[in-house]
């Protein structure tokens, strides 16, 4: 797995802060995750995505429920410590840094806070189904509504899911990852660019439509943010579907 970051990091994109980070996930399963860093020109911080919350997300993406160890080109950061945290393996999970021994994510963030705190059972990669529908979607959109209906929003309740379709008529999708800290939860558009970029070796360049499917009467949105981080990516049009 430390072998491998040296790959991973080949998929950072990091236009803002130049440093490239890689990660590798092992599923439950024992298979390999590759995440990157993704940042997107002229738009706030926030919306970077870590390595390590991308080698999750394609975990995800690939059925795992759980991860056992993460290999990380550099010590995670307080951020995804506290994003790790919400994992159903938690508690069990290895963190590997090169030229260091091997730790466990409790050694690394102390007193935690995690769903528990907030009366949460749930954790990020159990399954979820919200039974969310759509009459008679197009493919995008049947896409989106997908990963609306296995995001991850026990805090909000706001499931949501993006699909983007590239120019060469490839869709990927992404779903919404919350957090007990609200702020590392990831964005459904993040974790469609992950898919975008790690699985189908595209670049933001690619992109030729957004679809954003979300609950309507929801307490957030992710409309703005996602309009802002496309304008800043290229003119690529969102079409919002509220239900």
Known sequence: MLDLIAEAKKLAIPPISNFFVGAVARGTSGNLYLGANFEFPGEALSFTVHAEQAAVVNAMAHGETGLDVLAVSAAPCGYCRQFLNELT???????????????????????AFGPADLGVTAALMSPQSHGLTLDAPD???????????????PYSHAYAGVALRTRDGAIYRGSLAENAAYNPSMSPFEAAIVSLVITGGKSYADIAEAVLVE????????????RAVLASIGDVPLRLIQI
Do not use: M, R
């Open 89 to 111: 393996t938690a508690s069990t999970l290895q963190i590997l840094i090169p030229d260091h021994p091997p730790a466990l994510l409790s050694s690394l963030l102390p007193f």
């Open 139 to 153: 493919e995008l959109a049947a896409a989106a509504l997908a990963a609306a209906d296995a995001s991850y929003a």
């Open 215 to 226: 609950v309507k009467a929801a307490p957030v949105s992710q409309a703005g943010a996602t």
